[in-house]
């Protein structure tokens, strides 16, 4: 089989030019790029990501996306993005899916499986630990976090406790003084920095208010249509029910909708429900919402490895910590409390 070194002699150049001649890379001269291409056509080369990465400095161009459900919306887009972006750079993903379990958590985070096999590693929405944190940051280690901030590691990110704190206060500016938050993941195991900040968000808009707080009303949807569902029986069984749900999440919202409608409680007259996300269902539901920008946080987080991975850094500016902004999106689905 041909070599990238058999394309190297042929052309007189290292196998680092030629790698980055096939790549479209710049800093080859056009000249050298036409020979390389047509001394590979020629000589019936095909790149491997071997040849690749030994030409790119003993690299694997491939980076991790560690996940805690693949299934959940909002992971599987972010790493919709984040594979768009490395596709674009000629890298690959490597998907790491915990599945909730706390046991694959350490088998991926807690040992030197990870490490071994990609250049960067990307974590979605779980807080490492100080003992993971002290393992993954290895001198010239990349390592990139999405929906929390670790000190010393680029991230991107929503305000969580700003978003939470959006979402009840056009809540309260509808005239709504029982609200109702539906969260979750309380039980996980998986350190889920999300609901935190969120129920925290919650609770100040609440006091902001000067509204009183009733944990009694403060359900664990799970992040979940069907926790969604769960939660919202159980807070219209309630003598005393919420005129208005604030969920954590576009899928628990759309989750409390159903229940409405199983219990033929009326949305919005008797019951206002606002999510966070803008799920892709969203719109069909009429729900109220606050969009965030998933994929692009998949691609800001892709590019932030690359650009740390690259010697040669694109000029392009590539902050280390990125606050995405958020959007309120009125629906049918909040209205004034009924008298």
Known sequence: MTSIDDVARECGVSTATVSRALRGLPRVSEDTRA???????????????HAVGLASGGRTRTVAVVVPFVTRWYFSTILLGAERELRRRDHDLALYNLGGDPEARDRVLGTELLTKRVDAIVIVGIEPTATEQ?????????????????????????DDV??????VAHLVALGHRRIAYVGGLKDEGLDFTTPRLRLRGYRQALAA???????????DGGFTSDGGIESGHALLSRPDRPTAVFAASDEMAIGVLHAAKERGVRVPEDLSVIGIDDHEMSRFMGLTT???????????AARQALHLLSSEPDDEHVP???TVSTELIVRETTAPPSS
Do not use: C, F, M, N
């Open 35 to 49: 020979r390389v291409l047509e001394a590979a056509v020629r000589l019936g080369y095909t790149p491997s990501p």
């Open 134 to 158: 002290r393992r993954l940051a290895r001198p010239g280690r990349t390592v990139v976090t999405v929906g929390l901030r670790v000190p010393h590691w680029p991230s991107v990110s929503i």
């Open 162 to 167: 700003e978003v939470a704190e959006k979402a």
């Open 209 to 219: 208010a000067g509204l009183p707080h009733d944990p009694t009303l403060e359900v």
């Open 290 to 300: 606050l969009r965030q920008p998933v994929v692009q946080q998949g691609q800001i």
């Open 320 to 322: 280390e910590h990125v």
